[in-house]
C-alpha cells in the first residue's frame, strides 16, 4: 500500500536504528577474564595456603602429643603436595579455556 520512495526510507530507517542499537549494546567486561598476573597470585596463594594448613595440623598434633616435629615435617610435605596438586589442576583449568576460547575464534560466527 506504501509507495516503493517510503519502503526505502523506512529499510534506511531500520538500518539506522539497528546501527545505533549495536554503538549502545554493551561492552563485554574486561574484569570477567583474569588477568596473567591474578591468576599467578592464585597459584601462589594456593601454594601458600596448602603449606600453611599442613604446617597448622602438623604443628598441632606435635604440641598436642608433645612428639618431636615429626608430624610437622610430615604434613608441611603433605601441604606442599596438595598445593601443587592444586596448582595444576588450576592450570589444566586455565588451559582448556583457553583452548576452547581459540577453538570459538576458529570457528568463527
Known amino acids: 500500500m506504501?509507495?516503493?520512495d517510503q519502503q526505502q526510507?523506512?529499510?534506511q530507517l531500520e538500518a539506522?536504528?539497528?546501527a545505533a542499537k549495536r554503538a549502545q549494546a554493551p561492552k563485554p567486561r574486561a574484569d570477567e577474564?583474569?588477568?596473567q598476573a591474578s591468576l599467578a597470585w592464585r597459584m601462589v596463594i594456593e601454594l601458600c595456603a596448602g603449606l600453611g594448613i599442613g604446617f597448622g595440623i602438623g604443628y598441632s598434633l606435635d604440641w598436642f602429643l608433645g612428639t618431636l616435629p615429626i608430624f610437622m615435617v610430615l604434613f608441611v610435605m603433605l601441604g606442599l603436595a596438595a598445593g601443587v596438586k592444586t596448582m595444576l589442576?588450576?592450570?589444566q583449568e586455565i588451559q582448556e579455556k583457553k583452548m576452547a576460547d581459540v577453538a570459538d575464534?576458529?570457528?568463527?560466527p
Not at 575464534?105 to 568463527?108: F, H, Q
Request: net charge positive; no cysteine; aromatic share 6%.
Open 2 to 4: 506504501t509507495d516503493p
Open 89 to 91: 589442576r588450576s592450570a
Open 33 to 35: 577474564h583474569y588477568s
Open 16 to 18: 539506522k536504528i539497528e
Open 105 to 108: 575464534e576458529e570457528k568463527g
Open 9 to 11: 526510507r523506512l529499510k
